[in-house]
């Protein structure tokens, strides 16, 4: 069941914070230490596989695809196992992680499935380089066939700002592909190998390539859309707010323009980051943490989108946001649902375009997880289809036909998946 409410208007050193201390940051924020890669090293024709007739046989790009993943996983394991250590091992995280196995294993046969797709589809381009950082990189999934200029998505995951990747989009990429839309899954740095303002720059980055290059792909640049899920909700709308200030206060010397994304959707974000320290502490993302990961408590307010429109010197860069959907299940308890409904009423009181849809009962993993391996019909998805085709004349005469998505995952795995969930 859903409730829906619309409203519109026109090279650091890690330091070990002091026992005992929950404000300090453990890590302050880092400018280097990171190995830099030229967006050169890779060319689109020789990206990942799929359409286009790519230089290298489909042997050599899996083997090319499986260094990278072999390189990327001993970076993000040496990060985690860093990160580990100040962490330290308690009750909280010990429960949380049992939990999150449990939870992975039921879920595990649609992943299985999802990831073949992902690995063997040839309507999936995996690892385009877009920057010069070791995570620059994102995942195209292609429809089938593209007879005109296809609508385009730029979809930022989540992960607690910790565990984010590109492939986490694989479902949502293979279900918006198959209703005629362009996906490209963003990857971003993750901390510690990264902050906060390096995760947004990455991002801006990211739909900045989108915006540019993405009719390379038959993609259509009069028709982009973005898409954040919880940590990416947080991360995305900070790239585009912070992207409309730097546009009322610099002048047009960017890459690309708020101007060109239609509609912005956020799935379970947060917005208001002052507010969310002790909820995230009391869940196991403890305060020191999360303050490093958010540059320090003074740069708080910097990264709450919330907060920020309602700064009287924002008012322009507030009308230069696109339309705005959020969406929030009632039942999520790794980010309540208050988050998305007080974002929403700073945008109204403030002159953005903004509709908030609530879903009863679902819990954080439900809208982006167990609903879509499921299979049949997605409320969620089917609302942001919905909006992205409704210029679209071939989509409204019926042109795109879209199989019904069959279901991944039988119903008692994933209704016990949604009792035992950790998010």
């Not at 929950?22 to 596989?49: D, K, M």
């Not at 906060?196 to 009069?222: E, H, K, R």
Request: with cysteine.
């Amino acid at each position: 069941m859903r409730t829906e409410m619309a409203e519109r208007n026109g090279g650091g050193e890690i330091v070990e914070a002091e026992e005992g201390s929950e404000t300090r940051p453990l890590f302050p924020p880092r400018n280097g230490g990171v190995r830099r890669r030229n967006a050169s090293e890779s060319s689109l024709s020789g990206s990942g596989s799929g359409r286009g007739g790519g230089v290298l046989s489909r042997r050599d790009s899996f083997r090319r695809d499986v260094q990278h993943a072999a390189e990327e996983t001993y970076l993000v394991t040496g990060l985690a196992v860093q990160l580990l250590r100040y962490l330290g091992i308690g009750y909280r995280w010990i429960t949380k992680f049992l939990a999150l196995c449990f939870y992975a294993l039921l879920l595990m046969p649609g992943f299985i499935q999802v990831g073949y797709y992902y690995f063997f589809s040839s309507q999936v381009r995996r690892s385009v380089v877009y920057g010069d950082q070791p995570r620059n990189r994102l995942d195209l999934y292609l429809p089938v066939n593209i007879e005109n200029r296809a609508p385009v998505v730029a979809f930022i995951t989540g992960g607690a700002w910790i565990i984010g990747y590109k492939a986490w989009g694989a479902l949502l990429g293979r279900r918006l592909a198959e209703k005629g839309i362009i996906v490209a899954c963003i990857d971003y740095r993750n901390f510690p190998q990264g902050t906060i303002s390096d995760m947004v720059q990455d991002a801006s980055q990211g739909i900045s390539f989108v915006c540019n290059n993405i009719s390379t792909f038959g993609g259509d640049p009069a028709r982009i859309y973005v898409i954040g899920q919880s940590a990416g909700a947080h991360i995305a709308s900070c790239a585009l707010l912070n992207k409309a200030i730097k546009e009322c206060n610099e002048g047009d010397d960017a890459t690309w323009r708020v101007s060109q994304i239609n509609a912005y959707f956020g799935i379970s974000g947060g917005y208001n980051i002052v507010n969310l320290v002790d909820h995230f502490h009391n869940r196991g993302l403890y305060r020191s943490i999360f303050l490093s990961i958010m540059e320090g408590e003074e740069a708080l307010h910097l990264f709450s989108p919330e907060l920020m429109v309602q700064e009287l010197n924002n008012k322009l860069a507030v009308s230069l946001l696109p339309r705005i959907i959020l969406f929030h299940g009632t039942s999520d308890k790794s980010i309540p649902s208050t988050a998305s409904k007080d974002f929403a009423d700073a945008l109204k009181a403030n002159g953005g375009m903004v509709d908030l849809i609530f879903y009863e009962g679902k819990t954080h993993t439900d809208l982006f997880l167990q609903d879509p391996l499921r299979g049949g019909e997605d409320q969620l998805l089917e609302t942001i289809v919905k909006i992205i085709h409704e210029d679209d004349e071939n989509a409204n005469n019926g042109n795109i036909q879209a199989p019904i998505a069959r279901r991944l995952v039988p119903e008692w795995m994933l209704m016990l998946a949604h009792k035992i969930s950790p998010f």
